[in-house]
């Protein structure tokens, strides 16, 4: 089960909230790796100067996605913090669009990204999306500042809310692997939780 959504949008504290049931492996994004490559913070050096670290970042971001998805584990359900598609349709998708990435690594990576999806076992059996508007996420990323998203404008939240709803909602521009179930995550966050434990029995059987 991917749990998918904008910055802010309250993944990590979903995922949080799994963390004490004992059927469900939780794994939450993998920011201390991305912080930490041998000493290289390439998420600071992707938001200082994306147009020459992007590429470098997002094809670590897709390495280590697709070590989740392909990681074995005991319990019978895997609730991971976002996947290796809202990488590519969202994030990677998110760069090219804006003339950040150049046209010829986008194509790179989308050929690697291509042979992985065609060759590994990558699906979701459910994708959870948390739903907000941008301008709700810029005033909680703002509380709860992660030194490198100090400077996230406001465009770029809608710009990648734009491309979740495109890709999960609408389904016009990319494969959706599943169904999605979607939460209204502009709510406080226990009021989130509330309704996610309505859901529970539906999530943590992966049915949409
Ligand atoms: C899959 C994926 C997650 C992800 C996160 N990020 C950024 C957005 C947030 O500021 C931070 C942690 O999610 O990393 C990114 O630029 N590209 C990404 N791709």
Request: aromatic share 8%; with cysteine.
């Amino acid at each position: 089960v991917a749990v998918e959504g904008n910055i802010g949008s309250g993944k990590t504290s979903l995922l949080k909230h799994f963390e004490t049931c004992e059927q469900a492996k939780v794994y939450k994004e993998p920011t201390d790796r991305w912080r930490n490559i041998q000493g290289h913070n390439a998420l600071a050096l992707m938001y200082e100067d994306p147009e020459r670290w992007s590429l470098t970042f997002q094809t670590y971001v897709q390495l280590t996605m697709l070590q989740t998805h392909l990681a074995k584990q005991e319990q019978a359900v895997k609730l991971m913090e976002r996947s290796i598609h809202s990488a590519k349709y969202c994030f990677v998708e998110n760069l090219h669009k804006g003339g950040v990435m150049p046209e010829l690594e986008y194509i790179v990576l989308t050929r690697w990204f291509d042979h992985i999806i065609q060759n590994e076992d990558c699906s979701p059996d459910l994708i959870v999306y948390l739903q907000t508007n941008p301008e709700v996420l810029h005033e909680r990323i703002r509380k709860r500042c992660r030194k490198e998203e100090s400077g996230i404008p406001m465009d770029y939240l809608q710009d990648l809310h734009n491309l979740h709803e495109d890709w999960l909602i609408h389904q016009t521009h990319f494969s959706v692997p599943c169904p999605v179930l979607v939460l209204d995550a502009n709510l406080e966050l226990q009021d989130m939780l509330n309704v996610c434990d309505q859901h529970r029995e539906k999530i943590l059987c992966g049915h949409g």
